[in-house]
């Protein structure tokens, strides 16, 4: 038990990088598509924890081991899609970023489950969802990626 503690100490130490790059509103998707502020609301409420540099980071965040699972999280969602850098992708990119977006909304795997459960207000209802489908399928249709 006490080796344990004194582990459980130890590892605090091990630093996460939770400092946000800045937001270049010349390139964040929000700006870029001159979102309704329905869609931003839902985007940050549900998305942008994960999919942008404007990570608020949770009190356990700060916490060894949870820190290590927060910032893998994050890292890899940013790695699928961040909304901060939209203007910087190809269109191809932003084509299958929100193909995927739809696709993900639809079969209820993002936000992660397990994401929601400390954050209700990601928790969508199917109109919220519906809305932001309609919104990504709407870029889509538009070709204004």
Request: include cysteine; charged fraction near 20%; proline fraction near 5%.
């Amino acid at each position: 038990m006490f080796w344990s503690l004194v582990a459980f100490a130890l590892i605090q130490f091990i630093p996460t990088d939770k400092i946000n790059q800045p937001v270049n509103s010349t390139v964040n998707f929000i700006e870029v598509k001159k979102s309704p502020s329905k869609v931003v609301g839902l985007l940050k409420n549900a998305c942008y924890d994960c999919h942008s540099n404007e990570t608020v980071y949770p009190k356990y965040a700060y916490i060894a081991p949870f820190s290590w699972s927060v910032k893998d999280h994050v890292n890899e969602g940013r790695e699928h899609l961040n909304f901060s850098v939209w203007n910087t992708y190809n269109k191809d990119l932003k084509e299958n970023m929100l193909k995927n977006a739809v696709q993900t909304l639809q079969n209820k795997s993002m936000p992660m489950p397990a994401y929601i459960v400390y954050h209700d207000e990601a928790n969508l209802s199917e109109a919220e969802r519906t809305v932001l489908i309609n919104y990504f399928e709407e870029i889509l249709k538009s070709k204004s990626y």
